[in-house]
């Protein structure tokens, strides 16, 4: 099966700019998840789609971030204004739904620079 | 809160030594834990995973870790390293209870193999 395809791969843009990051899940997957790292720190979880609702957005650092699942496919992560704080990898990574130790996949993230 | 503790960002060792990454970890409930490994400008990858089964899991590539409750800690270990898993390593924990995966990770661990 195809993994968890995510692009851009790398961003560049400006302070005040906006920028928008796209994952596309494993087909089937009804769990899709954001996480992001900040400059070698730890990977932190950011928010939780079941099909296209929202589970648990807990983990988003303030209203300048916006994520979205319409038709529970593919997700969008858009990040407007940039502030330079905003930097860092984010990864997207699916995985089947109920409870237990599920397996998720990761993308290979997209890097956001912003200068 | 539940948090994993990688000891060591960098790890250096030489082609055919013992690889040991350290992660302890604090949780109010029996965990699940992970390991993912990171090859450069790839997603994150499972290595292996403990769902209170058998203490002592393997894993791909010759990895094993085993799960000591009383130590809290999940150690990564492979007899002979090669150059190959020269990476990052993630230890990441889940509790038990709650129904899906909202993983926490450690800091990362990076591998270095030298000849």
């Known amino acids: 099966e195809a993994g968890v395809t995510q692009f851009p791969s790398h961003s560049v843009i400006e302070k005040g700019q906006t920028v928008t990051l796209r994952c596309d899940p494993i087909?089937?997957?009804?769990?899709l998840y954001w996480y992001r790292r900040v400059m070698g720190k730890e990977i932190k979880f950011l928010l939780h789609?079941?099909?296209?609702?929202?589970?648990?957005e807990s983990g988003m650092p303030n209203n300048r971030f916006l994520a979205e699942r319409t038709g529970g496919t593919y997700s969008t992560l858009k990040v407007q204004p940039a502030e330079l704080e905003d930097s860092g990898v984010y990864f997207c990574a699916s995985g089947r739904g109920g409870s237990g130790a599920n397996v998720l996949t990761f993308g290979a993230g997209s890097r956001l620079t912003v200068l | 809160a539940q948090s994993v503790t990688q000891l060591g960002s960098h790890v250096s060792v030489s082609e055919g030594a013992l690889v040991l990454l350290r992660c302890n970890y604090s949780s109010s409930v029996p965990p699940y834990l992970f390991w993912y490994v990171q090859y450069p400008n790839q997603g994150l990858q499972l290595l292996l995973k403990?769902?209170?089964?058998?203490?002592l899991v393997k894993g791909i590539n010759g990895f094993e870790a085993e799960f000591k409750k009383s130590e809290t800690s999940f150690h990564l270990t492979k007899p002979s390293a090669h150059m190959s898993d020269a990476a990052e390593y993630f230890c990441a924990v889940t509790p038990s209870s709650g129904g899906y995966n909202k993983l926490i990770f450690g800091a990362g661990t990076r591998l270095a193999v030298h000849p």
């Open positions: 403990y769902t209170s089964a058998a203490t």
């Open positions: 789609f079941v099909k296209e609702s929202k589970q648990d």
């Open positions: 087909s089937g997957h009804d769990n």
